[in-house]
């Protein structure tokens, strides 16, 4: 089966192009240095040509407000449009656990404005909603810095690695469109303060993480269990311990 696997040379998209061909599909990785753009459309149709399903794991490379509102509409605007004259039976894309829960976050009204363009659209689709990757702790802390401290409320999250997500999208993409959403999660529930405290002192970062209750996470506000998947999640397998002695551990993604 052709699969096109939009933003397919970012941290999730190679890792699930190599695990599509690793199962026999014929997997493209499309982005713009593969000469694909979806916020300009160049690309998309001679890419979508002869495929059965999209997998869109984009990222805006901007995360200012207006930027990844402006990011994600026009993207999945073209995306869709693209994927309805190229005949595609299945379009995946991936989200966010709790998106429809942090509306006061700039980033994520526009994931939700990108939600909301593929369940209108007429085409039967999957959105997968994943917990925080491991890679992305340290970009967590990154962008919760009040002075030169680490602010982090102490609620609960189930974060996983970024294979297990790749692993997940992967499977989803091949089932059948379930035209609603699927949540996928990590193994363990931790604190987040006490989670990226400890990833920061696996990198030798000294930076001291305080509990704060009122710290935002990317601009909105946490309840316990906002970032938290429901009992259906599908679970991965690999715990926080393990993947801290795999080499992905050893290269922190940026913020
Ligand atoms: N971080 C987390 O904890 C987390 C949790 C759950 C879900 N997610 C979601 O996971 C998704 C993927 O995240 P990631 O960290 O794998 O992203 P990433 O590593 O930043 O990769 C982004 C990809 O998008 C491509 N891209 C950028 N602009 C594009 C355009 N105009 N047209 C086509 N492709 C474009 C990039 O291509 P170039 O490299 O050529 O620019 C790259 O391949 C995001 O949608 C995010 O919301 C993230």
Redesign the pocket.
Request: net charge positive.
């Given at each position: 089966m052709k699969i096109v696997v939009?933003?397919?040379?970012?941290?999730?998209?190679s890792k699930l192009v190599n695990k599509l061909r690793e199962h026999g599909h014929e997997a493209v990785a499309?982005?713009?240095?593969t000469g694909?753009?979806?916020?300009?459309g160049e690309g998309l149709p001679e890419v979508l040509k002869g495929a059965s399903v999209v997998v869109d794991?984009?990222?805006?490379?901007s995360w200012e407000d207006s930027a990844v509102l402006k990011?994600f509409e026009t993207?999945t605007r073209n995306l869709l449009h693209s994927e309805a004259t190229a005949g595609i039976n299945h379009p995946v894309a991936?989200?966010?656990?709790g998106t429809d829960r942090l509306a006061e976050s700039g980033y994520f009204r526009a994931?939700i404005a990108q939600e909301k363009l593929i369940k209108e659209s007429s085409i039967p689709y999957t959105i997968v909603?994943?917990?925080?990757?491991f890679e992305?702790l340290k970009?967590l802390a990154d962008i919760s810095m009040v002075g030169d401290k680490v602010h982090l409320p102490p609620v609960l999250f189930q974060?996983m690695s970024?294979d297990d997500?790749a692993t997940g999208v992967g499977r989803i993409a091949v089932e059948p469109p379930v035209n609603g959403t699927v949540e996928i999660g990590g193994p363990e529930q931790f604190r987040v303060d006490e989670l990226v405290r400890r990833r920061l002192v696996s990198l030798k970062d000294s930076r001291e993480v305080i509990p704060d209750p009122n710290a935002r996470y990317s601009g909105a506000k946490l309840s316990e269990k906002t970032l938290v998947p429901g009992n259906n999640a599908r679970l991965g397998e690999t715990r926080f311990e393990t993947w801290l002695t795999q080499p992905a551990a050893q290269i922190p993604?940026a913020a």
């Open positions: 939009i933003g397919g040379t970012g941290l999730i998209g499309a982005a713009p240095n694909v753009n979806t916020l300009t794991v984009s990222n805006s490379p990011f993207s991936l989200s966010v656990v994931k909603q994943a917990t925080q990757f992305f970009g974060p970024a997500v993604k």
